[in-house]
């Protein structure tokens, strides 16, 4: 059984976070150097056009996922699945976690639902949508030659860790509560719990989630920075050669 004084406890919530800081850091660091390193060097036309429409072109990446959208019923379904079944969900989760750092309160948007709804219905019923999103974007690696032609051993690493991660959250939420609980964890984010989950299934959650956020500059998970890196260098790529042409100098 797992109390607040046992080791797998303490390790997991006091000790592992500092891990989890430095590998991330020194990925992230290892990987700038090497987009730095293999990526030309490109002379930016500095106008409020140009930041105008790589700004566009951000929005467009991080709201409606238009890279995913092609003129095929399959790309529809692979954006609904990916996009509304499985992102968007994980954002609002993501956002909820931050409630317990005191970033937002649940009375901000009482007005509009109930407290009950905000802080019990609509986690869960997230994390089941979410869930079940991430099941079938694996179910799609598995079953459908091109994406399983294209799928490392990494990408089935990372779908195991989501799911996983997810489901812990889920069973932590629905298994019996305790009294309230305050967490500090380093270098001194202090989690306020309204109800104490299952300390297994919470310590599980925590755990897997630190190992998600290690592994994010060495897997697929970098999409989430390199994407958006992606997007700018490229609104800003189609803004220097339309620039050229109406200049009269040809694009390289």
Sequence with gaps: MITTDSLFFRFTFYLLP??????????????????????????????????????????????VQRKLLRANSSSIILWITCWLIFHIPLFFILFGHLRAFGVWSVDWFTWLVSRGFLVDTLPFAMGIIVLSGIILLTLRRIVFTNPRSISTPGN???????????????????????????????????????????????TIHALIAQMIVMYVPFSGLIHIISGIITTISSAIGEYNDKGKARRGVPSK
């Design 18 to 63: 500092w891990v989890t800081y430095i590998v991330f850091v020194l990925g992230m660091v290892f990987q700038i150097k090497k987009w730095i390193g293999g990526a030309p060097s490109v002379t930016v036309y500095k106008s409020e056009g140009r930041i105008k429409r790589t700004i566009k072109e951000l929005l467009l990446y991080l709201i």
């Design 156 to 202: 089935y690493v990372v779908l195991l860790l989501l799911i996983t991660v997810i489901a812990a959250g889920i069973v932590m939420r629905v298994l019996p509560h305790s009294p309230e609980m305050s967490l500090t964890i380093p270098p001194g984010f202090t989690m306020e719990l309204e109800h104490t989950p299952s300390l297994v299934w919470f």
